[in-house]
């Protein structure tokens, strides 16, 4: 059966440090994966997507970047964080028979 | 504008008592519906999907509703139980690209013993 891992589940960083969330995928093949941003009882914000290794797509603007360096693994970064950055992380990946998405346990992240 | 909206933004319901969520969208072209629940600080999970030619589909005491003419769904619950205090997501899928999944931003069900 396929699984998802998100680490760390939580993390507070000052502002203008360097951030790493990383997400990985098993008992899957080429799946699509997803970072979501969901702020304080709003919905949830698509900020990147990948359809393969090293194939990232950028939906909004912004501080953040990521990276698919494996087939099954995708990461969130930023060099500098900001106190705007922080909200609950989501990482997902996509099942292409029946298209749901199936998302990690969460990343809680505090800028201060 | 492809947008979903979904009412109430908050709820609170007596243990044992029913209660119906709404989802409105306006999403284009249609492929699917779906309704995630999402307890505190964890991820969402699945709970039903509607295809556009499907009008009900229950999963134990959830039973979710699609009219695609109206574009409207709803999701009913029945005799509430504790565990069912989350967050209810309505997530519309288009025919397109792998990033087209439209979220609403949920309604918050608080049930109370």
């Known amino acids: 059966s396929q699984t998802i891992h998100q680490w760390p589940a939580t993390l507070v960083q000052p502002v203008g440090s360097p951030l790493s969330l990383e997400c990985t995928v098993e008992?899957?093949?080429?799946?699509?994966l997803y970072w979501y941003r969901q702020a304080a009882g709003r919905g949830l914000q698509l900020l990147f997507y990948s359809v393969g290794i090293g194939q990232i797509s950028s939906e909004v603007p912004q501080n953040l970047s990521a990276s698919r360096p494996q087939d099954r693994q995708f990461i969130l970064s930023s060099k500098k964080l900001l106190l705007s950055d922080s909200g609950f992380y989501l990482c997902?990946?996509?099942?292409?028979?029946?298209?749901?998405?199936?998302f990690g346990e969460g990343s809680r992240l505090t800028v201060l | 504008k492809n947008q979903v909206e979904q009412s109430p933004q908050s709820l609170i319901i007596l243990e044992g008592k029913n209660c119906t969520l709404q989802c409105n969208y306006t999403v284009s072209p249609f492929s699917n519906l779906r309704w995630y629940k999402q307890d505190t600080g964890r991820g969402p999970v699945s709970l039903t999907i509607?295809?556009?030619?499907?009008n009900t589909k229950s999963n134990g005491r959830y039973t979710a509703t699609l009219d695609a003419d109206t574009k409207q769904s709803s999701l009913h619950i029945t005799a509430s139980q504790l565990s069912d205090s989350a967050s209810y997501i309505c997530?519309?899928?288009?025919?397109?690209?792998?990033?087209?999944?439209?979220f609403g931003s949920g309604t918050r069900l608080s049930i109370r013993p």
């Open positions: 997530v519309v899928s288009r025919y397109s690209s792998a990033s087209k999944i439209i």
């Open positions: 997902a990946w996509r099942g292409q028979e029946t298209g749901e998405l199936f």
């Open positions: 008992g899957t093949s080429n799946p699509n």
């Open positions: 509607m295809t556009f030619s499907e």
